[in-house]
């Protein structure tokens, strides 16, 4: 079972756009197993219509099981037995987070408006003793100990204790559309009446906004995919096969959006989009209500046609708004395409580097306010960040500890120059040393899934590619972005 333990930092503020990392983590004893996946077992790779050069770096999907309880999940989930035991996994702390995009201005919502969402149940279903879904790594024990790491349909990583466990089977593939129409019957009934469904070719919406946000938020997202695709075939970096849709919650007030998000993560209130790396879901809000009427009524709210939100796209904060959620579909696709395991271990400023690459704004309102076009532009905002950091930070040696960083925890004091260095370093690779940073991607992406992944570890994976010359690599990167 996941214990939830998260790790928050207050984040100012730093140009508007930006992520933070929340922790949740089960510390669990480490024993070895000849069950335990390799690396070459892990899940793999590619969209099923992508060309050559896609299928030549990707792998098959993880195979698809169906797995019997004893009783329904959440009853076992209540057992006395539901905690760990000494020999209970051969594993250490998965890195299981929401990633989250901060709301710039927070203000509540009008207090004479009704917008309670409802209690969600299990997601696998309360009274349901059968799953359906994607195996991610055995480690039973013949003694009846152990692990099953599995994959729900809708995306819930789940870690199933072996006792609760009666029958594992191999599953036939799905008929997608059958799919696609179980899974949105399944949401719909979970978030309750009000709530529509809306499938695209790689996602499945749930929401309870206009169709014209509905429908651009839908185009947005597909369009961070293809541009990861794209960014994945030009740097020869394996990906993962995704059959199941990635799911996506999109609330129409913020006050929803906040009750739902106080079940998952910490403050809340701070947040204007989040990813969910345990639950698999992207959840936001309409962010462009934000620039409208916050007492606009339902009945106008889901009138609203594209014109009126491409015209609210338009608006000073439009920058903001879309960063907000690219930065968190660019989070959810790295993962779901294997660039980095929702099962840890990743090196994290990798990952908020790649997220913060690809949310910088190039696009006119009319492009839907994102556009990619096969290479990321620089981050103004955040080059003036990183500007600023690098000459002021009092670290002895930054690169190394922003390489070293297991979580934001290890931010220190200064979260903004973080962030901003995340993004400068990710840039400057991507930009001047694009092979080296595939390799090491592919390197880090290989690694079986819970794995322990100490500072050490970490920057021995990066010296290994950029080598361990720390004062050059820094004084390359500041003669970089100098030049910007």
Known sequence: MFAAFPRFAVFRRFTQIAAFIVLTFAAVSCVPSTSAQTAEDAPASTQAEKTDAVAESSKEP???????????????????????TPNAA???????NATAAPLDDVRPAPSDVTDAVPTSPDATGAASRTLLGREIADYRLQNGAGRYVF????????????????????????????????LAERLRAEFGPGFETLSTERYLFVHNVSDAYVDWCARLFEKVADAFDKYAVKSKLPTTERVEPMVVVIFATQRQFFE????????????????????????????????????????????????????????????????????????????NRGLFLRTGPFPFWAVEGLALTFETPNGRASQGGWNFTGSFPKNERLLERFRRYAATTRQRDPLRSLVAAQNIGDARDDVEGFYAASWALFYYLY???????????????????????????????????????WEKLTENLLRFVRRL
């Open 62 to 84: 993880a195979p698809r099981r169906r797995v019997v309880l004893k009783a329904p999940l959440a009853t076992l989930r209540q057992s006395p037995d539901a905690s760990p």
């Open 90 to 96: 051969p594993f250490s702390a998965p890195e299981l």
């Open 151 to 182: 994959e729900e349909e809708l995306g819930e990583l789940l870690i199933l204790e072996n006792a609760w466990l009666e029958s594992v089977e191999d599953a036939p593939e799905p008929e997608l559309d059958a799919l696609r129409s179980d």
């Open 260 to 335: 739902y998000a106080a079940r998952e993560t910490p403050s809340p209130d701070k947040l204007a989009a989040y990813y969910n790396m345990q639950t698999n879901r992207v959840a936001l809000y309409d962010l462009s209500s934000a620039e409208s009427n916050r007492d606009e009524a339902e009945p106008e709210r889901r009138r609203r046609t594209f014109q009126e939100t491409k015209e609210f796209l338009s608006r000073p904060n439009a920058a903001f708004n879309v960063a907000t959620i690219v930065h968190e579909a660019s989070h959810q696709v790295a993962f």
């Open 431 to 469: 930009k001047r040393r694009p092979n080296e940073l595939a390799a090491y991607l592919r390197e880090t992406a290989a690694k079986p899934p819970f794995v322990a992944y100490p500072a050490a570890d970490r920057i021995a994976d990066f010296e290994k590619h950029f080598g361990d010359d």
